[in-house]
C-alpha cells in the first residue's frame, strides 16, 4: 500500500510538471472498499466466499491515470488491489480436499488496466461539450494468489496466477460547469462465461488555476461480477462491489 501511495503521488506532482501541448492528462488516487459474495467450485462442492471462506470487506487505495493524444489512440491506465482474509469453521471440498473446523483462507487479486479508446468529438461538439462518450479495447491483468487452509492439519491448497484478460471499454461523461458524472464499463462474455466491471462515479471540480490545471473531488460505486462455466474445472460467480472516493488533478 505504501509503494501504491508513493506511485500516486508522484504521479500527481510531477505530471502537474511536464505537461505538454495537445496533450490532456488526468490523474488521481483514492480508496475504495471490496465487498465480495457469491460461490466459487473447484474440483468439490460449491463454496460461499462469506459463508465458507470468511471473506469480508475491505479497503484499499487504487490509482489511474488518463492520457488523450490529439491523433493517436489515448491511453488509460489503472491499478486496483485487492486482498480478502478469512476464517470459518464449515465443511467443504475444495481442489479434491475435504476441509472441516477452522479454515483460513488468504485471497489477493490484484488487478492492472491497460486502455486504448478514442473520444467522439463529433458528439461532444453536437452537444456543446455536455456529452463526451468513448469508446476502446481493455486488458485487464489479473495477479491471481490464493489459499486455503485446514488449522487442525496444517494442510494448504493454494492457487496463482496471472491472467491477461481482453475486454471492450466503453464510457460517458456527462459535464456541467463544475459538476461531471462519469460512467465506465468493461466486460467480456463468451460461450457461458463473462466478466465486466461497471463504475459510476460523480465529480466535482471545486477550484482551478487557468491555462495549467483543474482540481477535481469525486465519489463513486464499482461493481464487478466474474461467471466462469467449467473454465479449468473451476465454476464461479464472483461479485465484488462498493463506494470510493478519490481526489485527482487535470490538465
Known amino acids: 500500500?505504501?509503494?501504491?501511495?508513493?506511485?500516486?503521488g508522484f504521479l500527481l506532482v510531477s505530471?502537474?510538471?511536464?505537461?505538454?501541448?495537445?496533450?490532456n492528462i488526468d490523474l488521481s488516487v483514492g480508496a475504495i472498499s471490496h465487498d465480495p459474495s457469491g460461490y466459487v467450485q473447484y474440483q468439490g462442492s460449491k463454496?460461499?466466499?462469506?459463508?465458507?471462506?470468511?471473506?469480508?470487506?475491505?479497503?484499499?487505495?487504487?490509482?489511474?491515470a488518463k492520457v488523450e493524444l490529439p491523433i493517436v489512440p489515448n491511453l488509460y491506465l489503472q491499478y486496483i488491489p485487492m486482498k480478502f482474509e478469512g476464517q470459518k469453521?464449515?465443511?467443504?471440498?475444495?481442489?479434491?480436499?475435504?476441509?472441516?473446523?477452522?479454515?483460513?483462507?488468504?485471497?489477493?487479486?490484484?488487478?492492472?488496466?491497460?486502455?486504448?479508446?478514442?473520444?467522439?468529438?463529433?458528439?461532444?461538439?453536437a452537444t456543446a461539450g455536455l456529452l463526451d462518450p468513448?469508446?476502446?479495447?481493455?486488458?485487464?491483468?489479473?495477479?491471481?494468489?490464493?489459499?486455503?487452509?485446514?488449522?487442525?492439519?496444517?494442510?494448504?491448497?493454494?492457487?496463482?496466477?496471472t491472467i491477461p484478460i481482453p475486454m471492450l471499454y466503453a464510457g460517458l461523461g456527462l459535464n456541467f460547469p463544475y459538476v461531471s458524472v462519469i460512467g465506465e464499463l468493461r466486460g467480456i462474455t463468451y460461450s457461458?462465461?463473462?466478466?465486466?466491471?461497471?463504475?459510476?462515479?460523480?465529480?466535482?471540480?471545486?477550484f482551478s488555476?487557468?491555462?495549467?490545471?483543474?482540481?477535481?473531488?469525486?465519489?463513486?460505486?464499482?461493481?464487478?461480477?466474474?461467471k466462469l462455466d467449467n473454465v479449468s474445472d473451476i465454476d464461479a460467480d464472483i461479485k465484488v462491489k462498493g463506494p470510493f472516493a478519490n481526489v485527482g488533478v487535470s490538465f
Open 1 to 8: 500500500m505504501k509503494r501504491s501511495l508513493v506511485l500516486a
Open 15 to 23: 505530471g502537474t510538471g511536464f505537461s505538454l501541448p495537445l496533450v
Open 47 to 64: 463454496v460461499d466466499v462469506k459463508d465458507d471462506f470468511g471473506l469480508d470487506k475491505k479497503t484499499r487505495v487504487f490509482a489511474r
Open 89 to 125: 469453521s464449515s465443511t467443504f471440498t475444495y481442489g479434491g480436499y475435504t476441509f472441516t473446523g477452522n479454515v483460513k483462507t488468504s485471497v489477493r487479486i490484484d488487478h492492472y488496466d491497460v486502455g486504448l479508446y478514442y473520444n467522439l468529438p463529433f458528439i461532444s461538439t
Open 134 to 161: 468513448e469508446l476502446g479495447v481493455n486488458v485487464r491483468v489479473v495477479d491471481f494468489e490464493g489459499k486455503v487452509t485446514e488449522l487442525s492439519t496444517n494442510h494448504t491448497e493454494s492457487k496463482s496466477a
Open 192 to 206: 457461458g462465461n463473462s466478466y465486466y466491471d461497471i463504475t459510476g462515479e460523480l465529480r466535482v471540480k471545486p
Open 209 to 226: 488555476v487557468p491555462g495549467v490545471a483543474s482540481f477535481f473531488v469525486g465519489v463513486g460505486y464499482r461493481y464487478e461480477r466474474l
